[in-house]
């Protein structure tokens, strides 16, 4: 699992975090994902590492600016899950 954290200029509402967290869900294989306009993030649990540009690309389509992408292994935290 591998957890990407997108840096999005121009969300200015939660219509836009949707019209973000749906074009990831329709043109990627994600798990979870989730936007926040105040942050300007977009961070995306997915099986397998995206592909960066195929990001970029995604997210120009939608009218906002992609500043940054950081990815890591994704690491479960919770009450059961050290």
């Not at 121009?10 to 967290?21: F, S």
């Not at 749906?22 to 397998?48: C, L, M, W, Y």
């Amino acid at each position: 699992m591998t957890e990407t954290i997108l840096k999005i200029d121009g969300m200015m509402c939660g219509m836009c975090e949707n019209h973000v967290c749906d074009t990831i869900r329709n043109q990627f294989t994600v798990k979870k994902v989730s936007a926040s306009h105040t942050k300007g993030i977009a961070t995306i649990i997915s099986p397998e590492p995206l592909d960066v540009e195929a990001l970029r690309k995604a997210i120009a389509e939608t009218g906002y600016e992609l500043k940054s992408v950081e990815s890591k292994p994704y690491e479960k935290r919770g009450l059961f899950h050290r």
